[in-house]
């Protein structure tokens, strides 16, 4: 496999801080607004913006909850292995408010629509917008369109978009990966 670095360190965290800002721009305050990751990988990027903003807006509630989509994928009856769950946290009610949600990599679209089912459960929200740190903008099965974009990223399907973070790898890090010729 060959490697090629997309985004680490110091502009890995000025991605993050870019997002932030935009997402103020959007939700002033986040009073009427909610941010959710999905998971497995969208909750480390839906803590870390929570996070920033909690410093840039401080003594604001900002309300971070996360997601698990498992039995809502269009796919989880066809895949051969046994599928463990993740868990849900949201200890907050989204009816009419304004929910952000976030994945790491934005690809063929179908677990955002997945998240979007999942989330009807805690209620109907006025707005929906996606944030992903990697948009891969080719692909699509569904016709979803991130409103927040860390990076775009041009790749075909042999290719892998891998997202590391510190909390769990050691250190924060995009790379395509791609088969050796």
Known sequence: MQNLTLLDGQKFQITIQRLCRQLIENHNDFSGSVLIGIQPRGIYLAKRVAEELRKILPGKTILQGDLDITFYRDDFRRRG?????????????????????????????????????????????????????????????????????????????????????????????????????
């Open 81 to 181: 292995e046994q599928l463990v769950p993740n868990q849900t946290k949201i200890d907050f009610i989204i009816e009419g408010k304004k929910v952000v949600m976030m994945d790491d990599v934005l690809w063929t679209g179908r677990t955002i629509r997945a998240a979007m089912d999942a989330m009807l459960a805690f209620g109907r929200p006025e707005k929906i917008e996606l944030l992903t740190l990697v948009d891969r903008r080719y692909s699509r099965h569904i016709p979803v369109a991130a409103d927040y974009i860390g990076i775009e990223v041009d790749s075909i399907a042999s290719q892998k978009v891998v997202v590391s973070w510190k909390e769990t790898d050691g250190e924060d890090k995009i790379v395509l990966l791609s088969e050796a010729k």
